[in-house]
Protein backbone atom coordinates (compact mmCIF):
# COMPACT_ATOMS: atom_id res chain seq x y z
CA UNK A 1 0.00 0.00 0.00
CA UNK A 2 1.22 3.61 -0.64
CA UNK A 3 2.25 5.47 2.10
CA UNK A 4 0.09 8.45 1.18
CA UNK A 5 -2.49 8.70 -2.02
CA UNK A 6 -5.02 11.47 -2.72
CA UNK A 7 -6.92 11.83 -5.64
CA UNK A 8 -8.63 15.54 -6.92
CA UNK A 9 -11.31 15.69 -8.93
CA UNK A 10 -14.36 17.94 -9.45
CA UNK A 11 -15.92 17.29 -6.38
CA UNK A 12 -12.60 17.91 -4.41
CA UNK A 13 -9.90 16.51 -2.47
CA UNK A 14 -10.36 12.46 -1.16
CA UNK A 15 -7.90 10.53 0.86
CA UNK A 16 -7.90 6.84 -1.05
CA UNK A 17 -7.74 3.66 0.69
CA UNK A 18 -7.14 1.33 -2.24
CA UNK A 19 -6.12 3.88 -5.70
CA UNK A 20 -5.89 1.57 -8.10
CA UNK A 21 -9.85 0.74 -7.17
CA UNK A 22 -10.31 4.50 -6.91
CA UNK A 23 -8.66 4.65 -9.90
CA UNK A 24 -11.02 2.54 -11.50
CA UNK A 25 -14.25 4.91 -10.37
CA UNK A 26 -12.73 7.80 -11.68
CA UNK A 27 -12.16 6.17 -14.76
CA UNK A 28 -15.72 4.96 -15.44
CA UNK A 29 -17.12 8.73 -14.35
CA UNK A 30 -15.36 9.96 -17.25
CA UNK A 31 -14.08 12.87 -15.41
CA UNK A 32 -10.28 14.21 -15.65
CA UNK A 33 -8.70 13.82 -11.71
CA UNK A 34 -5.31 13.69 -9.84
CA UNK A 35 -3.61 11.23 -8.39
CA UNK A 36 -0.91 12.03 -5.58
CA UNK A 37 0.98 9.07 -4.47
CA UNK A 38 3.41 9.63 -2.42
CA UNK A 39 5.90 6.73 -1.75
CA UNK A 40 3.70 4.46 -3.17
CA UNK A 41 4.82 0.56 -2.92
CA UNK A 42 5.56 -1.18 -6.20
CA UNK A 43 2.49 -4.03 -6.62
CA UNK A 44 0.34 -0.73 -5.66
CA UNK A 45 2.09 1.42 -8.35
CA UNK A 46 2.14 -1.35 -11.07
CA UNK A 47 -1.48 -1.50 -10.12
CA UNK A 48 -2.67 1.97 -11.17
CA UNK A 49 -0.76 1.69 -14.19
CA UNK A 50 -2.67 -1.24 -15.35
CA UNK A 51 -5.89 0.40 -14.93
CA UNK A 52 -4.24 3.71 -16.75
CA UNK A 53 -2.79 1.48 -19.24
CA UNK A 54 0.60 3.35 -18.72
CA UNK A 55 3.45 2.60 -21.02
CA UNK A 56 5.51 -0.57 -19.52
CA UNK A 57 8.82 2.06 -20.16
CA UNK A 58 7.10 4.73 -18.32
CA UNK A 59 6.61 2.74 -15.45
CA UNK A 60 10.06 1.33 -14.97
CA UNK A 61 11.53 4.95 -15.03
CA UNK A 62 8.92 5.89 -12.26
CA UNK A 63 9.70 3.35 -9.89
CA UNK A 64 13.73 4.39 -9.80
CA UNK A 65 14.21 7.76 -8.59
CA UNK A 66 17.72 9.94 -9.11
CA UNK A 67 16.79 10.80 -12.27
CA UNK A 68 17.57 14.12 -13.76
CA UNK A 69 14.41 15.95 -15.52
CA UNK A 70 12.98 14.63 -18.61
CA UNK A 71 9.55 14.54 -20.89
CA UNK A 72 8.65 11.07 -22.92
CA UNK A 73 6.02 11.64 -25.21
CA UNK A 74 3.52 7.83 -25.57
CA UNK A 75 0.79 6.99 -27.06
CA UNK A 76 -2.06 8.84 -25.15
CA UNK A 77 -0.30 10.51 -22.03
CA UNK A 78 2.97 12.04 -20.88
CA UNK A 79 5.65 11.11 -18.53
CA UNK A 80 7.52 14.24 -17.15
CA UNK A 81 10.29 14.08 -14.41
CA UNK A 82 10.10 17.43 -12.59
CA UNK A 83 12.12 18.86 -9.09
CA UNK A 84 10.61 20.87 -7.12
CA UNK A 85 11.93 22.53 -3.31
CA UNK A 86 12.09 20.35 -0.20
CA UNK A 87 12.90 21.33 3.36
CA UNK A 88 15.08 17.65 3.86
CA UNK A 89 18.74 17.26 3.11
CA UNK A 90 19.28 17.61 -0.33
CA UNK A 91 16.81 20.61 -0.43
CA UNK A 92 14.79 18.61 -3.50
CA UNK A 93 11.64 16.64 -4.03
CA UNK A 94 11.66 14.36 -7.48
CA UNK A 95 8.20 14.04 -9.06
CA UNK A 96 7.32 11.43 -11.42
CA UNK A 97 4.17 12.77 -13.64
CA UNK A 98 1.96 11.05 -15.92
CA UNK A 99 -0.28 13.11 -17.94
CA UNK A 100 -3.56 13.10 -20.32
CA UNK A 101 -6.67 14.32 -20.53
CA UNK A 102 -8.49 12.14 -18.45
CA UNK A 103 -5.75 12.32 -15.55
CA UNK A 104 -2.74 13.72 -13.61
CA UNK A 105 -0.56 11.17 -11.65
CA UNK A 106 2.56 12.07 -10.16
CA UNK A 107 4.33 9.91 -7.78
CA UNK A 108 6.93 11.11 -5.32
CA UNK A 109 9.03 10.08 -2.11
CA UNK A 110 10.18 12.78 -0.32
CA UNK A 111 7.47 15.66 1.00
CA UNK A 112 6.44 18.72 -1.01
CA UNK A 113 5.15 22.18 0.81
CA UNK A 114 2.22 23.65 -0.29
CA UNK A 115 1.46 20.15 -2.75
CA UNK A 116 -1.66 20.08 -0.48
CA UNK A 117 -2.92 23.46 -0.82
CA UNK A 118 -2.25 22.96 -4.26
CA UNK A 119 -4.44 20.43 -4.71
CA UNK A 120 -7.35 22.27 -3.30
CA UNK A 121 -6.85 24.81 -5.59
CA UNK A 122 -6.94 22.53 -8.65
CA UNK A 123 -9.87 21.09 -7.46
CA UNK A 124 -11.18 24.49 -7.48
CA UNK A 125 -10.05 25.19 -10.88
CA UNK A 126 -11.68 21.63 -12.16
CA UNK A 127 -14.82 22.14 -10.51
CA UNK A 128 -14.50 25.82 -12.97
CA UNK A 129 -14.34 24.10 -15.70
CA UNK A 130 -9.97 25.00 -16.46
CA UNK A 131 -8.84 22.79 -18.97
CA UNK A 132 -6.96 19.59 -17.66
CA UNK A 133 -3.41 20.88 -19.25
CA UNK A 134 -3.85 24.34 -17.09
CA UNK A 135 -4.00 21.86 -14.52
CA UNK A 136 -0.32 20.21 -15.29
CA UNK A 137 0.79 23.91 -15.71
CA UNK A 138 -0.01 24.64 -12.18
CA UNK A 139 1.65 22.23 -10.74
CA UNK A 140 4.81 22.43 -12.42
CA UNK A 141 4.83 25.99 -12.13
CA UNK A 142 4.11 26.05 -8.18
CA UNK A 143 7.03 23.60 -8.30
CA UNK A 144 9.28 25.98 -9.95
CA UNK A 145 8.35 28.44 -7.43
CA UNK A 146 9.32 27.09 -4.42
CA UNK A 147 12.97 27.63 -5.49
CA UNK A 148 12.81 31.30 -5.50
CA UNK A 149 13.08 32.11 -1.31
CA UNK A 150 15.58 29.41 -0.94
CA UNK A 151 17.59 30.56 -3.09
CA UNK A 152 17.00 34.56 -2.37
CA UNK A 153 17.94 33.47 1.20
CA UNK A 154 21.59 32.28 -0.15
CA UNK A 155 22.15 35.11 -1.89
CA UNK A 156 21.25 37.54 1.28
CA UNK A 157 23.21 35.01 3.33
CA UNK A 158 26.48 35.31 0.78
CA UNK A 159 26.03 39.34 0.79
CA UNK A 160 25.80 38.94 4.56
CA UNK A 161 29.23 37.17 5.05
CA UNK A 162 31.17 38.62 1.95
CA UNK A 163 30.38 42.21 4.67
CA UNK A 164 31.54 40.39 7.64
CA UNK A 165 34.50 38.13 6.38
CA UNK A 166 36.44 41.29 5.45
CA UNK A 167 36.77 42.02 8.67
CA UNK A 168 36.70 38.96 10.70
CA UNK A 169 37.84 36.22 8.64
CA UNK A 170 36.99 32.93 10.17
CA UNK A 171 37.15 29.35 8.65
CA UNK A 172 33.67 28.61 9.90
CA UNK A 173 32.78 31.11 6.65
CA UNK A 174 34.72 28.87 4.34
CA UNK A 175 32.62 25.58 5.47
CA UNK A 176 29.41 27.19 5.24
CA UNK A 177 30.45 28.84 1.94
CA UNK A 178 31.38 25.64 0.57
CA UNK A 179 28.42 24.14 1.76
CA UNK A 180 26.37 26.06 -0.31
CA UNK A 181 28.31 25.79 -3.48
CA UNK A 182 27.90 21.66 -3.20
CA UNK A 183 23.58 22.65 -2.61
CA UNK A 184 24.18 25.49 -5.86
CA UNK A 185 25.87 22.57 -7.91
CA UNK A 186 22.98 20.63 -7.07
CA UNK A 187 20.48 22.43 -8.14
CA UNK A 188 22.30 23.67 -11.39
CA UNK A 189 22.33 20.12 -12.03
CA UNK A 190 18.60 19.50 -12.06
CA UNK A 191 17.52 22.73 -12.93
CA UNK A 192 19.54 22.93 -16.46
CA UNK A 193 17.86 19.96 -17.85
CA UNK A 194 14.51 20.82 -16.49
CA UNK A 195 14.83 24.27 -18.18
CA UNK A 196 15.77 22.60 -21.54
CA UNK A 197 12.92 20.33 -20.57
CA UNK A 198 10.26 23.05 -20.41
CA UNK A 199 11.90 24.98 -23.47
CA UNK A 200 10.63 22.08 -25.78
CA UNK A 201 7.32 21.92 -24.29
CA UNK A 202 6.60 25.45 -24.95
CA UNK A 203 7.72 25.47 -28.44
CA UNK A 204 5.45 22.27 -28.54
CA UNK A 205 8.60 19.54 -29.62
CA UNK A 206 7.39 17.55 -27.00
CA UNK A 207 3.43 17.13 -27.77
CA UNK A 208 1.52 17.57 -24.69
CA UNK A 209 -2.29 15.84 -24.26
CA UNK A 210 -4.61 18.80 -24.81
CA UNK A 211 -2.09 21.56 -25.75
CA UNK A 212 -3.90 25.34 -26.33
CA UNK A 213 -2.20 28.32 -27.91
CA UNK A 214 -2.94 29.77 -24.92
CA UNK A 215 -1.70 26.78 -22.62
CA UNK A 216 1.29 26.93 -24.14
CA UNK A 217 1.93 30.63 -23.27
CA UNK A 218 1.78 29.66 -19.59
CA UNK A 219 4.77 26.54 -20.67
CA UNK A 220 6.87 29.29 -21.51
CA UNK A 221 6.39 31.15 -18.63
CA UNK A 222 7.41 28.14 -16.51
CA UNK A 223 10.70 28.29 -19.00
CA UNK A 224 11.54 31.76 -18.16
CA UNK A 225 11.35 31.27 -14.26
CA UNK A 226 13.67 28.25 -14.57
CA UNK A 227 15.92 30.90 -17.17
CA UNK A 228 16.01 33.02 -14.16
CA UNK A 229 16.37 30.89 -11.52
CA UNK A 230 19.35 29.47 -13.04
CA UNK A 231 20.94 33.26 -13.64
CA UNK A 232 20.28 33.45 -9.71
CA UNK A 233 22.57 30.07 -9.48
CA UNK A 234 24.92 32.03 -11.72
CA UNK A 235 25.00 34.86 -9.14
CA UNK A 236 25.33 32.65 -6.28
CA UNK A 237 27.94 30.98 -7.36
CA UNK A 238 29.62 33.98 -8.30
CA UNK A 239 29.16 35.49 -4.76
CA UNK A 240 30.52 32.32 -3.40
CA UNK A 241 33.72 32.56 -5.24
CA UNK A 242 33.95 36.66 -4.30
CA UNK A 243 33.64 35.60 -0.97
CA UNK A 244 36.09 33.08 -1.03
CA UNK A 245 38.53 35.18 -2.41
CA UNK A 246 37.62 37.91 -0.07
CA UNK A 247 38.28 35.29 2.73
CA UNK A 248 41.66 34.28 1.28
CA UNK A 249 42.67 38.16 0.63
CA UNK A 250 41.58 39.03 4.04
CA UNK A 251 43.75 36.03 6.01
CA UNK A 252 46.35 36.69 3.37
CA UNK A 253 46.75 40.46 5.11
CA UNK A 254 46.48 39.15 8.87
CA UNK A 255 49.02 36.94 8.03
CA UNK A 256 51.29 39.73 6.42
CA UNK A 257 50.37 41.57 9.62
CA UNK A 258 51.24 39.29 12.31
CA UNK A 259 54.79 38.24 9.74
CA UNK A 260 55.49 41.99 10.10
CA UNK A 261 54.74 42.55 14.07
CA UNK A 262 57.22 39.20 14.52
CA UNK A 263 60.07 40.67 12.18
CA UNK A 264 59.97 43.81 14.17
CA UNK A 265 59.84 41.72 17.29
CA UNK A 266 62.80 39.94 15.88
CA UNK A 267 64.84 42.98 14.49
CA UNK A 268 64.66 44.82 18.02
CA UNK A 269 66.12 41.99 19.44
CA UNK A 270 68.75 41.17 16.65
CA UNK A 271 71.51 43.84 18.02
CA UNK A 272 71.34 43.19 21.71
CA UNK A 273 71.39 39.46 21.10
CA UNK A 274 74.66 40.44 19.17
CA UNK A 275 75.63 42.86 22.21
CA UNK A 276 75.52 40.38 24.88
CA UNK A 277 76.95 37.54 23.32
CA UNK A 278 79.40 39.69 22.02
CA UNK A 279 80.52 40.72 25.66
CA UNK A 280 80.47 37.25 27.25
CA UNK A 281 82.98 36.51 25.12
CA UNK A 282 86.24 35.87 27.36
CA UNK A 283 88.82 38.16 25.48
CA UNK A 284 91.48 40.01 27.42
CA UNK A 285 90.86 43.64 26.52
CA UNK A 286 86.89 43.03 27.71
CA UNK A 287 88.18 41.57 31.51
CA UNK A 288 90.27 44.12 32.17
CA UNK A 289 88.35 47.13 30.75
CA UNK A 290 85.04 46.34 31.81
CA UNK A 291 86.01 45.98 35.87
CA UNK A 292 83.46 49.20 37.30
CA UNK A 293 80.02 49.29 37.67
CA UNK A 294 80.61 52.28 35.18
CA UNK A 295 81.87 50.86 32.25
CA UNK A 296 79.00 48.04 32.92
CA UNK A 297 76.66 50.58 32.48
CA UNK A 298 78.09 52.11 29.64
CA UNK A 299 79.59 49.26 27.67
CA UNK A 300 76.77 46.85 28.87
CA UNK A 301 73.46 48.69 29.42
CA UNK A 302 74.41 51.84 27.55
CA UNK A 303 75.21 50.15 23.93
CA UNK A 304 72.05 47.94 24.49
CA UNK A 305 69.92 50.59 24.99
CA UNK A 306 71.44 52.85 22.29
CA UNK A 307 70.79 49.77 19.61
CA UNK A 308 67.07 49.84 20.66
CA UNK A 309 66.86 53.54 20.40
CA UNK A 310 68.29 53.26 16.89
CA UNK A 311 66.72 50.53 15.98
CA UNK A 312 63.34 52.11 16.42
CA UNK A 313 63.77 55.23 15.06
CA UNK A 314 64.63 53.54 11.82
CA UNK A 315 61.73 51.92 11.96
CA UNK A 316 59.69 54.86 12.89
CA UNK A 317 61.38 57.08 9.71
CA UNK A 318 60.48 54.01 7.28
CA UNK A 319 56.80 53.99 8.90
CA UNK A 320 57.05 50.21 9.63
CA UNK A 321 55.14 50.26 12.81
Given at each position: M??????V?R??????????E????????????W????????????A?A??????????????????????????G?????VF??S????GL?????????????????????????????????????T??V?????L????????????????????????????T???????EI??M??????L?????????V?????TG?????????????Y?R???????????????????????????????S????????????????????????G?F?????WL???V??WQ??????????L????????????????
Amino acid sequence: MAVAATLVDRAGRHGVANAAEEVDRRLERDEFFWLDLHGPAEDELRAVADRLGLHPLALEDSLEFGRRSKAEDYEGFLFLVVFGWSPDHDGLVEMHVFFSERFLVTVHRDDSPGLRDLEDACAEMLMAGTEPVLVLHRLVDELTDGFDAPLEEVQDRLEAIEAVIVETPHERFVGEILDMRRRVALLRKVLGPERDVFGRVSTGLVPVPGMTTDAQRYFRDVHDNLTHLMEMLDVARELMTGALDVYLSAASNRLGIVTKQLTVIATIFLPLTFITGFFGQNFTWLVRHVDTWQAFLVLGLGLELAALVAIVLVFRVRRLF
